[in-house]
């Protein structure tokens, strides 16, 4: 007998057995389904938020450290100021730069929210942030059109202003902004760039929903003072971070004469380990996915064993007039095992192509981006396999000790 009609004749026989067990077997398929669907649908959310997670930390900058003046605590990936300092100035940035080992730039800023108006359209509470030149490189942030703050700009405390990409759109429209004057609470900034569209970053903060002027104009025309409240620090890569916040911690107490046993007036933060909470987060979705899964594939596993139990006993005497005619117990055993697994494929396959859909629709409601698993799609599918198999070895085991002439004389 050929290969192919061996196969299309068990195939049969499979689909004849287990429609008389529609409901059962509906059940095992649907155990299966849901195994096979949950597990490629948490595989490829998790991988989505993972690319997610890269993408905002590429808007942040790479390998930054961000020091803040007064006490700043983080609830979950959001930081909270609790209390403002006085003590962080431009020259603890120079201080950064110049007496560590792994820092290789380090910008000051400030900001502070302020109304904005241009003709009739106002806009309040905007943050108005005060950098200096290498603000774009540190916080990887180019300019879209137009020109970004220059060291001219700061020595000469000029006022222009860069706006981020939201604002020039609520203020202008479709009109230019360039050489145009806006009022930033009652002073006019000419505007000279707009940024280019970078969205919310990895610390929660909306890029394109802000304004950037020279630091020493905003220190001295906007808020007449002599502190700020944050610097950048870019580290090289593979620095190392852990001994680089050290460093910072023991240069600035020392700035700030900070006598030991006293708090620190400010903060460090570390970008990586608010990614750490994130991967957290996703390391927790991943393992809830998989015990959904596996729990499901158990249900299904135990459905498709009582099935295949229920079968090998309806089929006794089929069984044996197979083995009274030259049937092997390795043909038995294949013919069980080939329907155990028919309803497990039948189900990881349902499970399979319902998952994409599902996952687009998933990605389009939350903005996450569109991402597939292929590590999930094959896991998925050997479990789906597997699962038949495993449950298909008893009943099939089974089925080769009944003895032929007793099950026909019965």
């Known amino acids: 007998m050929k290969l192919s009609s061996w196969i299309y004749i068990n195939f049969k026989i499979a689909t004849g057995s287990l429609c008389g067990f529609r409901l059962r077997t509906l059940l095992a398929l649907f155990g299966v389904f849901l195994g096979t669907f949950s ?15 890269e993408i905002e930390a590429e808007k942040l900058g790479k390998d930054i450290i961000v020091v803040r003046s007064g006490i700043v605590k983080r609830f979950g990936v959001r930081m909270r100021i609790l209390s403002e300092s006085t003590n962080l100035k431009i020259q603890d940035a120079n201080s950064i730069l110049y007496e560590t080992t792994s820092v290789i730039a380090a910008s000051p800023s400030s900001s502070r929210p302020f ?3 241009y003709n009739g359209t106002s806009l ?15 916080r990887n942030f180019n300019v879209e059109h137009g020109v970004f703050i220059t060291d001219n700009d700061v020595k000469e405390l000029n006022k222009v202003v860069v ?3 939201a604002i020039a759109r609520k203020l202008f429209g479709d009109e230019d902004p360039l050489g145009r004057y806006i009022l930033i609470y009652r002073v006019p900034f000419q505007v000279i760039g707009v940024m280019e569209e970078k969205g919310v970053d990895v610390s929660g903060v909306d890029q394109d929903n802000q304004v950037f002027v020279p630091l020493s104009t905003f220190l001295r025309r906007l808020v007449n003072k002599d502190y700020i409240n944050t610097i950048y620090v870019k580290i090289r890569p593979g620095g190392y971070n852990e ?5 910072i911690r023991d240069i600035l107490r020392k700035r700030h004469k900070l006598k030991e046993g006293k708090e620190d007036d400010f903060t460090i933060i570390d970008m990586k380990d608010v990614m750490t909470l ?13 015990i959904s899964a596996v729990i499901s594939f158990l249900i299904g596993g135990i459905g ?23 049937a092997t117990k390795k043909d038995i055993i294949i013919q069980f095992l080939m329907e ?13 192509l319902l998952s994409f859909p599902a996952s687009g629709a998933i990605f389009n409601l939350t903005g996450l981006p569109f991402s597939i698993s292929i590590t999930g799609l094959f896991f998925s599918t050997i479990a789906s396999i597997g699962i038949g198999i495993l449950a298909g070895i008893y009943p099939s085991k089974k089925a080769t000790t009944f003895e032929p002439l007793q099950v026909i004389r019965k």
């Open 163 to 165: 706006l981020g990409k």
């Open 243 to 247: 001994i680089t916040k050290v460093e």
């Open 304 to 326: 498709i064993l009582s099935i295949m139990i229920l079968i090998v006993n309806e089929r006794k005497i089929e069984i044996g007039i197979r083995r009274a005619v030259g």
């Open 278 to 290: 994130q991967t957290q987060a996703i390391s927790l979705i991943k393992t809830l996915g998989r």
């Open 39 to 53: 597990l490629i649908i948490v595989a490829n959310i998790s991988k989505s938020l993972v690319k997610k997670t």
């Open 115 to 117: 109304p904005l108006r």
């Open 340 to 352: 155990a697994s028919f309803i497990s494929l039948t189900g990881g396959l349902a499970g399979l």
């Open 124 to 138: 309040s509470n905007i943050p108005v942030i005060g950098v200096m030149p290498d603000f774009t490189t540190i």
